[in-house]
């Protein structure tokens, strides 16, 4: 499986991005691709997932109602739409890939085996 995410950049508060996750390589059905971020000095924390099979979707708290995931099963494409930025959402951006296996608490880091690079965003103040 391979990911390679794309779409950060320098934005001030209150502003918007859009990520993009391109996915290849797999082929079972079942499965999930999540967005995690990493802070310098702070552990990788999930944001958000998208179930494959019926688009189910997990927010982290901190991100409920700011930022929207996608997906577009004809590209193998998952976006994350972020919206009212704040400087506090500055980190690398990654998106990873898990089979699933269990729906509870999916956004955990551990659950997904395969990981692309990662993208920065960095929100001014």
């Known amino acids: 499986v391979q990911l390679q995410a794309s779409g950060g950049g320098l934005v001030q508060a209150g502003g918007s991005l859009r990520l993009s996750c391109a996915a290849s390589?797999?082929?079972?059905?079942?499965?999930?691709i999540g967005w995690f971020r990493q802070a310098p000095g702070k552990e990788r924390e999930g944001v958000s997932c998208?179930?494959?099979?019926?688009?189910?979707?997990y927010y982290a708290d901190s991100v409920k109602a700011r930022f929207t995931i996608s997906r577009d099963n004809a590209k193998n494409m998952v976006y994350l739409q972020m919206n009212s930025l704040k400087p506090e959402d500055t980190a690398v951006y990654y998106c990873?890939?898990?089979?699933?296996?269990?729906?509870?608490?999916?956004?955990?880091?551990?659950?997904?085996?395969?990981w692309g690079q990662g993208t920065q965003v960095t929100v001014s103040s």
């Open positions: 990873a890939f898990q089979y699933v296996t269990s729906w509870f608490s999916p956004i955990r880091p551990q659950l997904y085996a395969y």
């Open positions: 390589g797999f082929t079972f059905e079942n499965y999930a």
């Open positions: 998208i179930r494959n099979s019926d688009g189910s979707t």
